[in-house]
């Protein structure tokens, strides 16, 4: 019987509130303006679940929201994109996860994160049953909640490596502590490992982020990739090692630009297609967030993603 889903998403949902770019960071007691500051959707799984709702892919989405405003602009969100909330839990005690995000012009963004409603998730909403229903399962902010454990994500990705269903897998590390035991019994049940390199700094001590992909790839993930911001993205699997460049956009908020990348490179998988160009898809993506404000405002749909590929190459090359 087919898939009734191309991707189950489950994971870090979020309400973001994003300021447009400000000069400098408020001093003790300074107020700073911003042009404007807007609520957007976020969360590793509902960005990646709405970006390749865009791509015209069957989205589920398992999670949980809060009984309030926030958790109610979510759900309106995902369900105008197209994504299926039926395993969308509503809690009674916990407000809906939210972030502050703030730019600074010609600095990386920060973020004030309350987790919220996402430690009631555990992983176990995500059954045998449901795992039938779908091509592939994408975990998204894995490491940021204690209720998301190892035990409960290794019991998920074992059973969809029993019922042929290949397995994404991405990281939110909150602080500088010890998580290779978060990592190391999952990676060889993990088809795509997507951190990007400040995770995989935290995460192996490393600084290169080769070293980094080798090390997770000696681990047992089938194919590691890390986004480098704007130095590109490193890919490692079994026969290949890759370095890809990135497109040159006007940039103004990179919130989301990691999630986009993934569901760009999770569609080209789903499509068949080789890393080569499952990376200039995932690129792409990536390069169509920064452009607007909110994690996925400005995310290409299915025609703007082949538009622009059509007049835009990004540059990849071997570094074996």
Partial sequence: MAAQFDCICTGVIVADFVC???????????????????????????????????LEKNIDLVGRIGNDFSGEFVKNELVNAGVNCSNLVISQQANTSS?????????????????????ELTGNEITKNLIATTKSIYVGGYCLVDSLSVEN?????????????????????????????????????????????DEGLL?????????????????????????????????INDNQKL???????????????GDAFDAGYIFGVLNNQDPYTCLSIGSALGASC???????????????????????????????
Avoid at 243 to 257: P, R
């Fill in 99 to 119: 972030s502050f995000v703030i730019n600074c012009k010609n600095e990386d963004r920060r973020f004030i994160h309350s987790v919220g409603a996402n430690a």
């Fill in 203 to 235: 995460i192996t001590k490393l600084k290169d982020p080769v070293d980094q992909a080798k090390k997770f790839k000696d681990a047992g993930a089938g194919t590691v990739v890390i986004t480098c911001g704007d130095k590109g993205t490193i890919l």
């Fill in 153 to 197: 994500v290794l019991r998920i990705f074992k059973e969809a490596k029993n019922q042929n269903v290949k397995t994404f897998l991405d990281v939110v590390i909150p602080s500088n502590d010890d998580y290779w035991g978060w990592l190391e019994p999952l990676l060889p049940f993990t088809d795509y490992f997507l951190p990007n390199d």
């Fill in 290 to 320: 920064v452009q607007s404000m909110g994690a996925t405002t400005g995310v290409f749909n299915k025609k703007q993603l082949d538009d622009f590929l059509k007049n835009h190459q990004v540059e990849i090359s071997d570094i074996s």
């Fill in 20 to 54: 447009s770019p400000i000069d400098h960071n408020p001093r003790p007691g300074e107020l700073v303006l911003t042009d404007r500051m807007d609520l957007t959707l976020g969360g590793c799984a509902s960005n990646v679940a709405v970006d390749l709702a865009k």
């Fill in 243 to 257: 370095k890809a460049s990135t497109f040159a956009v006007n940039y103004i908020d990179g919130t989301g630009s």
